[in-house]
């Protein structure tokens, strides 16, 4: 059987409060995140480590068997609570992208409210996932839209989240999640400067061999997901088979990304955003 690429899973926080309401959307309920990896873990599917991923991206080379990249955005306590546990019972490790402003603190930004009985993460319980196997990389310092700052402020959002990253684990970080998956062509070029090799974007669709790697895709699972539109999700790259025909238009208009911003100025009723 041909390569059948590799779902990248992008969760947020784990409730276990039992309030799944849709403002919660990003959140998913302990016992659907248990039995989405034990799915997982009983389809033979096996985790793919970071040299691989850099074999897959830049050398084109498929890896052997099925494989899943689990990972998160923001770098919430419930990951710590639930997620380390399950995910290893099964043999998984993950991908933490950290936003590194608010390490053991609540969030203060409305945009988190969704979370908020949420903290995030401390260093301590950072370094235990680290050394459980987790690869932690950047969500940026502030958790910003970097389309709307400049030169400068991207900068600043790049760099100190790594360097700060860096610092307190001893290891590179080498790829970045772009905040609300939003991205432009300079923010692209700033991540390159700063030293960078991959950027995960949420454009839904599974990752093949060569995948453009500052665009790289991700599958958004939510607490809208049944079993059902789990499995389709991983098993297709996209919900339902129309978004995925959207999307494979998507993928190649925006190749360039050059070309995705000319669209989403001048013309962005023919946009695709960042989903
Ligand atoms: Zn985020």
């Given at each position: 059987?041909?390569?059948?690429?590799?779902?990248?899973?992008?969760?947020?926080?784990?409730?276990?409060?039992?309030?799944?309401?849709?403002?919660?959307?990003?959140?998913?309920?302990?016992?659907?995140?248990?039995?989405?990896?034990?799915?997982?873990?009983?389809?033979?599917?096996?985790?793919?480590?970071?040299?691989?991923?850099?074999?897959?991206?830049?050398?084109?080379?498929?890896?052997?068997?099925?494989?899943?990249?689990?990972?998160?955005?923001?770098?919430?306590?419930?990951?710590?609570?639930?997620?380390?546990?399950?995910?290893?019972?099964?043999?998984?490790?993950?991908?933490?992208?950290?936003?590194?402003?608010?390490?053991?603190?609540?969030?203060?930004?409305?945009?988190?409210?969704?979370?908020?009985?949420?903290?995030?993460?401390?260093?301590?319980?950072?370094?235990?996932?680290?050394?459980?196997?987790?690869?932690?990389q950047s969500?940026?310092?502030?958790?910003?839209?970097?389309?709307?700052?400049?030169?400068?402020?991207?900068?600043?959002?790049v760099t100190?989240?790594k360097?700060?990253?860096?610092?307190?684990?001893?290891?590179p970080v080498h790829s970045f999640?772009?905040?609300?998956?939003?991205?432009?062509?300079?923010v692209i070029?700033q991540l390159k400067a700063a030293g960078y090799t991959f950027a995960?974007?949420?454009?839904?669709?599974?990752?093949?061999?060569?995948?453009?790697k500052f665009?790289?895709?991700?599958?958004?699972?939510?607490?809208?997901?049944?079993?059902?539109?789990?499995?389709?999700?991983?098993?297709?790259?996209?919900?339902?088979?129309?978004?995925?025909?959207?999307?494979?238009?998507?993928?190649?208009?925006?190749?360039?990304?050059?070309?995705?911003?000319?669209?989403?100025?001048?013309?962005?009723?023919?946009?695709?955003?960042?989903?």
């Amino acid at each position: 059987m041909s390569f059948q690429g590799i779902p990248v899973l992008n969760y947020h926080a784990i409730d276990n409060t039992g309030n799944m309401s849709p403002s919660r959307n990003v959140s998913v309920s302990l016992a659907s995140f248990k039995e989405q990896v034990e799915w997982l873990h009983k389809e033979g599917y096996k985790p793919l480590m970071e040299e691989e991923l850099r074999s897959v991206v830049l050398a084109g080379k498929p890896p052997a068997g099925k494989r899943v990249l689990v990972t998160f955005d923001d770098g919430y306590l419930s990951l710590y609570e639930y997620a380390l546990d399950i995910l290893s019972r099964n043999g998984f490790t993950a991908t933490l992208f950290l936003s590194t402003s608010f390490i053991g603190k609540p969030y203060e930004q409305n945009d988190f409210g969704f979370v908020n009985h949420d903290r995030q993460l401390t260093w301590d319980e950072i370094k235990t996932l680290s050394a459980a196997g987790w690869s932690i990389q950047s969500h940026g310092y502030n958790h910003i839209r970097l389309n709307s700052m400049d030169t400068e402020a991207i900068i600043k959002e790049v760099t100190l989240s790594k360097s700060i990253i860096e610092q307190n684990l001893g290891k590179p970080v080498h790829s970045f999640a772009f905040p609300y998956g939003i991205y432009t062509n300079k923010v692209i070029q700033q991540l390159k400067a700063a030293g960078y090799t991959f950027a995960y974007s949420v454009h839904s669709g599974k990752l093949f061999p060569r995948a453009s790697k500052f665009q790289l895709p991700r599958i958004e699972i939510n607490n809208m997901d049944t079993m059902d539109t789990f499995i389709t999700k991983v098993t297709t790259g996209y919900i339902s088979p129309s978004i995925g025909r959207r999307a494979k238009v998507r993928d190649i208009i925006y190749a360039n990304p050059a070309v995705k911003d000319f669209i989403e100025r001048f013309t962005p009723m023919f946009g695709f955003g960042n989903h």
